[in-house]
């Protein structure tokens, strides 16, 4: 059975940096693509980043780009997402996700973790 668990959510100032991570669990993803979605409060979920099983390839959202980074370590099965010069429209619920494609979209989508809270305040 396949599992996401995400960590490293919290509560950090604007201009602050976190970084999330996502263990991963139940089968090798190594050739899997995998990405981080959000939804902040009383929006939709939206795309963030993906990169690609072998790591050489991601895309990252335009309103986080030059500010988050997308990495994976196949070693660990963890995915991570650096976040760095954080804004209050950052804040989010932020999921993992894991898909056999590239893919922005979410029903590409088979596998999510339940998510973790980032809060960025003013």
């Known amino acids: 059975q396949v599992q996401l668990v995400e960590s490293g959510g919290g509560l950090v100032q604007a201009g602050g940096s976190l970084r999330l991570s996502c263990a991963a669990s139940?089968?090798?993803?190594?050739?899997?693509?995998m990405a981080w979605f959000r939804r902040a409060p009383g929006k939709e979920r939206e795309f963030v980043a993906y990169i690609d099983g072998s790591g050489r390839t991601s895309e990252n959202a335009d309103s986080v780009k030059g500010r988050f980074t997308i990495s994976r370590d196949n070693a660990k099965n963890t995915l991570y997402l650096q976040m760095n010069s954080l804004k209050p429209e950052d804040t989010a619920v932020y999921y993992c996700?894991?898909?056999?494609?590239?893919?922005?979209?979410?029903?590409?989508?088979?596998?999510w973790g339940q998510g973790t809270q980032v809060t960025v305040s003013s």
């Open positions: 139940g089968r090798t993803f190594s050739s899997y693509t």
């Open positions: 996700a894991v898909s056999s494609v590239r893919s922005t979209k979410q029903y590409s989508y088979a596998y």
